[in-house]
């Protein structure tokens, strides 16, 4: 889809430019502008005779993904070495999440450097990097099968639900919060099933039918991007027939690991513009919320697909997660922040790292967070601005990052409430051991002291009297 441009009038070229008050912006400003648009997956020496066409087929990314390490060893074993595909298969053999990466992943990778890559990091385990889980950590960090009132659904919040309606996606993020469910089993999770089955989706739509508050509706999983056509228009027209729900949106990564879906799979993508369309005409809001974490994961290739979307009239929101060695550092999340915007993607959260087993190397601290969140504010529009919140642990929902009672920064320990969720209950998260000052590395590593840290921290926090929840 090439770029269209609209021609200026005379009347505004011929005038005279007045006095600058500013001084000329750097190169740096204009960064986020700046996407890759060549052939940047010839250099994996399988797909250098790749033609463009094929490799926008969406057909090639899925058949040609990387879902074993004998896989991806096949296609950039002779980019990294044997030393670094031993490192990632004994990753794998300890990882909570299975593999899976497209082509266009694949090539995004800088694989001279991969253990420093903000993608590699992400997708693909190493076994040499792993640090020891926080004790604190439980495999369902966010409580989310206490709130399901059927195998499909969870309802926290009031008047939204969240719709788990299948359990695989186009990419396995090491560091998912629904790792206990996503992806099938590994060698260290057995995990719990959401199979698209009928009989799962008839419970949750005679559920939804039932709850009158519920207005919100998230499809999730596992992602929308895996839904078939015919499943996708399923779940979208029942959804939109409920006369209560308000807004569906379709949650999926695929925009960020597979863009060329949306332009070349006509009916996945005419599907999910007409449920749009079909909501417009009821004053109901079907969107699509995606999650890009790195500036390099879009491309001019991401651009051309959410014009598509953009110009079909479908809203696209972004959510990120802020992971150590990927965005942790305020550049990178505001050249973020202004490529988002510059594609059409609004920013919408950054979320605190979830406590998620096997992944501590990619957790930051909620002082971290604060501090690049104080740098990314005032950046851009305000409402291409992101909000940073912290999903608390133990089923507390999205809280601003800010919002704690109580925040101690030597033991890494910060108390959070929500009233709206339950008013008796409080919410701990608990900051990355390594990345603690000493004297606070040590009290936790003495098991005595941990009940004593978190006491403390309840006491300064006036939160003794609430329930903790665990
Ligand atoms: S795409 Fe989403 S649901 Fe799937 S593995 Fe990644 S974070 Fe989890």
């Given amino acids: 889809m090439p770029e269209q441009r609209l021609t200026l009038p005379d009347r505004i070229t011929e005038l005279e430019t007045p006095d600058p008050l500013k001084p000329d912006p750097d190169a740096d400003m204009f960064a986020h502008r700046d996407l890759r648009s060549d052939a940047f997956w010839q250099h994996i020496p399988r797909f250098a005779n790749t033609s463009e066409s094929e490799f926008l087929d969406s057909k090639f990314q899925n058949k040609n993904s990387a879902k074993t390490a004998e896989q991806l060893e096949r296609l950039v074993g002779e980019l990294t070495g044997d030393a670094f595909m031993k490192d990632v298969k004994e990753g794998l053999r300890q990882a909570p999440m299975l593999l899976r ?5 694949l090539s995004l990778i800088d694989w001279e450097n991969p253990y420093d890559d903000p993608i590699r990091r992400q997708f693909i385990p190493v076994a040499s990097k792993r640090l020891p889980d926080h004790p604190m950590l ?20 009031p008047d939204k639900v969240l719709f788990l309606a299948l359990d695989v996606c186009p990419v396995y993020c090491r560091f998912c919060t629904r790792s206990y469910a996503i992806g099938g089993d590994t060698e260290s999770v057995d ?5 698209p089955k009928s009989s799962n989706w008839d419970e949750a739509f005679a559920y939804l039918l039932s709850r009158r508050e519920v207005e919100d509706v998230v499809v999730s999983g596992g992602d929308a991007y895996f839904l078939p056509p015919n499943r996708l228009r399923e779940i979208g027209e029942i959804l939109l027939a409920i006369p209560h729900i308000r807004r569906i949106r379709f949650a999926t990564k695929g925009p960020a690991v597979m863009p060329m879906r949306i332009l070349t799979d006509d009916e996945w993508t005419g599907t999910l513009l007409d449920l ?44 990120s997660v802020l992971i150590r060695g990927v965005n942790d550092d305020a ?36 002082g971290q967070t604060l501090e690049i969140e104080r740098n990314v504010r005032g950046f851009t529009a305000g409402f291409n601005t992101p909000t940073f919140v912290n999903d608390v642990p ?17 033991t890494g320990i910060s108390v959070y409430r929500s009233p709206s969720v339950d008013e008796d209950r409080v919410h701990l998260y608990f900051d990355p051991i390594p990345l603690l000052p000493d004297e606070g590395q040590a009290r936790w590593a003495d098991r005595r002291e941990h009940s004593r840290m978190i006491d403390e921290t309840l006491a300064a926090a006036g939160c003794e009297a609430l329930e903790l929840a665990n």
């Fill in 276 to 319: 749009a369309e079909q909501g417009r005409q009821f004053d109901k809001e079907v969107c699509l919320h995606t999650h890009f974490n790195h500036p390099a994961e879009i491309t001019d290739i991401t651009r051309r697909a959410m014009s598509r979307l953009f110009q079909g009239g479908l809203k696209v929101r972004n959510q």
């Fill in 191 to 195: 995990k719990v099933s959401y199979k």
């Fill in 331 to 366: 550049d990178t999340m505001n050249l973020l922040t202004k490529r988002l915007s510059w594609v059409n993607l609004q920013p919408y959260y950054v979320y605190q790292h979830d406590m998620v087993k096997g992944v501590e190397d990619l957790r930051t601290t909620v």
């Fill in 394 to 410: 133990g089923g507390g929902g999205k809280r601003d990052v800010h919002s704690f009672d109580y925040y101690d920064e030597t």
């Fill in 138 to 157: 439980q495999l369902d960090s966010l409580h989310e099968q206490k709130d399901s009132p059927t195998s499909s659904l969870v309802h926290r919040y």
């Fill in 101 to 105: 990466l497209s082509p266009y992943l």
